[in-house]
């Protein structure tokens, strides 16, 4: 069963930074791919950005493009997403998966069967 647990959300102001983990457990990993969606009140969850384990690709939404980088540590099995510049627009619980996508569904929820819990990511103005 794989277990995916996020930590290093909080509160941050306008133009700072924060990076969130999300270790990940329970399988091998070689096919997966890793993604980042972010939920604010009354909004719909959103892609923000995606790894793949095997070659490293990675995907952005274009709301967070140049500003936020996805990365992996294969060693530990975690992945990292580094925010910075962060916007009163970031704010929003962010979650883990991960899932088997194929290309043309990497930015799509449904390719993912596996999340974490959440954290929270509060910037202020």
């Known amino acids: 069963q794989v277990q995916l647990v996020e930590s290093g959300g909080g509160l941050v102001q306008a133009g700072g930074s924060l990076r969130l983990s999300c270790a990940a457990s329970?399988?091998?990993?070689?096919?997966?791919?890793f993604a980042w969606f972010r939920q604010a009140p009354g909004k719909e969850r959103e892609f923000v950005a995606s790894?793949?384990?095997?070659?490293?690709?990675?995907y952005y939404a274009d709301s967070v493009k140049g500003r936020f980088s996805i990365s992996l540590n294969k060693a530990i099995s975690t992945n990292y997403l580094q925010m910075n510049s962060l916007e009163s627009e970031d704010t929003a619980v962010y979650y883990c998966?991960?899932?088997?996508?194929?290309?043309?569904?990497?930015?799509?929820?449904?390719?993912?069967?596996?999340w974490g819990q959440g954290t929270q990511v509060t910037v202020s103005s």
């Open positions: 998966a991960a899932g088997r996508p194929i290309v043309s569904s990497i930015r799509t929820q449904r390719a993912y069967n596996h």
């Open positions: 329970g399988s091998t990993f070689g096919s997966f791919a």
């Open positions: 790894i793949r384990w095997s070659g490293g690709s990675t």
